[in-house]
Every structure is written in C-alpha cells, then in structure tokens.
C-alpha cells in the first residue's frame, strides 16, 4: 500500500494567516492526489484534485501544488470556516489510502 | 445535484454480519466513468477505503479487507451494497458511501459526492 504521512498533524492559526499542509506519498502517486475538508460530523468534501486543481465552488484562497512524492496545500488567507481536518489521499492505485489528517483549530 | 443517502443497522453484534445500502439519486448508477465506494471512519480517526464497485459489477477492494468484504450493484434500484462478515469491534465506525469519479488512464480521479455517513457500532 501507499502510505500518505500529513505534516503537521494539527496547526493552530489565525483569521487571515496563511497555512500550508503538507503530504508525502512513500511513493510516486504522479499528481493523482487529492485534498479533502471535513468538518465536524459532516462527510469530507473535495477541495483539490489532480495535485492543482480547484473543485467547482471551493474559494480560491485554496491552492495546491506537488508531484511525485510531494504535495502541499495552502490557505492564503484563513476564514472562519476552514477550521476543520484536511485529508490528502491518493488515488494513483488501489487500496486508495488517505493521510493521517491535518486539524486545523483557531488560536 | 447527485445524493447518496446510506441505510441498515446501526448495531451489530460480535461475529455477525454488517449490511449497509447506499441509494443515489441525481445520477444513473449506471454511467460510465464512475465507481461507487465505500470508506469508512472510526471515532475520532481517519478515512480507510474499503472498496470499489464498477457498473459492470467488477469490484476492487482493499486488501486489510478483502476476505471479509463484498460489494454489489442493484441498478433497478439506484442502489449498491456492502456487506461485511464477521465484525468485531474494530469494525465500529461510521461508514460513508461516495462516488469515484474516475479517468481511465488519466487525471482525475477523486471522490467527488459522498454520503451523509452512518454510524455502525459493533457491540453485543
């Protein structure tokens, strides 16, 4: 299996900071890489795919870059709303496997 | 708009097996270019990918898994199943249903509408 390892596991920031996410495959996924939101009881919700590319509807204060082994995702400006976890998954082959999580939570 | 709504016991006991459906609405179950999954996540976890199932029926699953699992397709009913034998407690988790958008080939691929979740615990 492709082992997906998020750093940090939990972050805390402000309103209006910039914050990056960061996802390391064990090995090359190309850019079949993926990044999720999930609130608190609520499904997760695609904000990236393909590495770089935003989801219909996400704000564009999300961004993405990487390839291989090596992926971020940054915040530019934070909103009250994007506190919650962030998943990284793979989808380069099966089992498709996810990150541990990154919590987001206010200081 | 596409919705997947999941349904069964949100109970089960030790041993026995775990039944879920997943109903879709706002899409033909049938349309190229999609699998339909089932992830699920314990209390306070990650995401584990169980399996896949194509409109064909051939499925993929995940191998920490794959004695145990299978997945099936009721197109006459918008709906496709799991069913998971012999559970044990490390099996509670809620459990989500999602549709794989999917690229032969290619980019992208990502789970693009995900299910409610729904609770299952495993308890005697």
Known sequence: ?107 | QVQLQESGPGLVKPSQTLSLTCTVSGASINSGGFYWTWIRQPAGKGLEWIGRLFTTGSTNYNPSLKSRVTMSLDTSKSQFSLNLTSVAAADTAVYYCARLLFTFGGVPRYFDFWGQGILVTVSS
Do not use: H
């Open chain 1, 1 to 107: 299996d492709i082992q997906m390892t998020q750093s940090p596991s939990s972050l805390s920031a402000s309103v209006g900071d910039r914050v990056t996410i960061t996802c390391r495959a064990s090995q090359t996924v190309l850019t079949y890489l993926n990044w999720y939101q999930q609130q608190p009881g609520k499904a997760p919700k695609v904000l990236m795919y393909a590495a770089s590319t935003l989801q219909s509807g996400v704000p564009s204060r999300f961004s993405g870059s990487g390839s291989g082994t090596d992926f971020t995702l940054t915040i530019s400006s934070l909103q009250p709303e994007d506190f919650a976890t962030y998943y990284c998954q793979q989808s380069y082959t099966t089992p498709y496997t996810f990150g541990q999580g990154t919590k987001l939570e206010i200081k």
